[in-house]
């Protein structure tokens, strides 16, 4: 069964950056657009960055444009999600997920996801 797997999260201080990477423990990636997602406990999940399969198209969350980058390197099957500048509210669960169709905004349209891993900020 196709699974991502999302690393790299832990206790970062605000203001310092993060790289967190997300990768299939089976399966391709090279020609799913990919998303990143993120929760906190109680709240719905938000969309914070979408990328192509062919890196053509990106799209950011309001609050993560200009501070988050999301990157992919097909030969080695990962995305990656630099945040930088990292504020207390970047803190939630982050999630990436794929789809083999085109790159959406909704949550819905992704088949594939990873477990999450968890962001804790410190002031």
């Known amino acids: 069964q196709e699974q991502r797997v999302e690393s790299g999260g832990g206790l970062v201080q605000a203001g310092a950056p993060l790289n967190i990477p997300c990768t299939a423990s089976?399966?391709?990636?090279?020609?799913?657009?990919m998303a990143w997602f993120r929760q906190s406990q109680g709240r719905e999940r938000e969309l914070v960055a979408v990328?192509?399969?062919?890196?053509?198209?990106?799209f950011y969350g309001d609050s993560m444009s200009g501070r988050f980058t999301n990157s992919r390197d097909n030969a080695k099957n990962a995305v990656y999600l630099q945040m930088n500048s990292i504020k207390p509210t970047d803190k939630p669960v982050y999630y990436c997920?794929?789809?083999?169709?085109?790159?959406?905004?909704?949550?819905?349209?992704?088949?594939?996801w990873g477990q999450g891993t968890q962001v804790t900020v410190s002031s």
């Open positions: 997920a794929d789809t083999r169709l085109i790159a959406r905004l909704c949550e819905s349209a992704y088949d594939y």
């Open positions: 089976a399966g391709t990636i090279t020609k799913a657009a």
């Open positions: 990328i192509s399969q062919n890196i053509d198209t990106t």
